[in-house]
């Protein structure tokens, strides 16, 4: 049997490497954990300019204009299996109301989901810029489509695409989300964006409440 021999030189390499390994995953997670400091500190510095409540661990909460408001830190793979293994940055707001059900405006630039065999009801709007910024899915494609018909849908959907963000509707909200958070880092910036994802939950709610009404 073998004696390890301590002192040679495979040995010696080996500690060498594994003292270098854990010398860098302990600043690389005290790394983490001073960003991670800042960014909460930051966003708890939002909370009374934006009326908001911030909840220790880095979320915003709240009402815009009597519409529930959060704003959060997510696993991007809840956003699509393109960020699956980064962090993304949401604002969010709830519709008053129910939409169709199973309606989703999905972010084409980052969804895994696709238009093609395998992916029941997704439909397009018949509008170029939203089809390029979105997939949209509803259980009844129908009613989907009438619902991204409606004027002041399509223009509050307009008012929220941009080149920092994707825009998205999903579980009876609509939002933003951001791959940094420095868009909290600007009160006024935040609150531009939170009043445009209010107007366009308002426009979601009474487009459906017209289609209802038509019905």
């Known amino acids: 049997m073998d ?4 002192g040679s030189p495979e040995v010696i390499a080996f500690f060498v490497f594994m003292a270098g390994s854990l010398t860098y995953g302990y600043w690389a997670a005290k790394k983490q954990e001073l960003l991670d400091e800042k960014r909460q500190a930051s966003w708890a510095n939002m ?6 409540t911030y909840e220790r661990g880095g979320t915003l ?4 204009e009597g519409l529930p408001v959060r704003i959060f ?3 991007g793979e809840r956003m699509g299996g393109r960020k699956e293994n980064e962090h993304v940055y949401v604002g969010r707001v709830e519709v008053p109301g129910k939409l169709p059900r199973h309606f989703v405006a999905a972010p084409r630039k980052w969804t895994a989901l696709f238009e093609g065999v395998g992916t029941p009801n ?4 018949g509008e170029p810029v939203l089809d390029k910024a979105h997939i949209f899915q ?3 494609v129908e009613a989907g489509q009438k619902l991204l018909q409606d004027p002041d849908v399509q223009q509050a959907l307009h008012e929220l695409v941009n080149p920092e963000s994707v825009s998205f509707v999903q579980g009876n909200h609509v939002g933003l989300a951001y791959e940094t958070a420095a868009f909290v880092e600007d009160a006024g910036k935040v609150r531009r964006n939170l009043e445009l994802l209010v107007r366009a939950a308002h426009a979601f709610a009474k487009a459906r409440e017209r289609l209802l009404l038509a019905a």
């Open 3 to 6: 004696i390890l021999d301590w």
């Open 47 to 52: 909370a009374g300019p934006l009326g908001l």
């Open 122 to 125: 997704v439909f397009k709007a």
């Open 73 to 75: 830190r997510e696993k």
């Open 138 to 140: 509803c259980a009844s």
């Open 61 to 64: 909460s709240g009402e815009l």
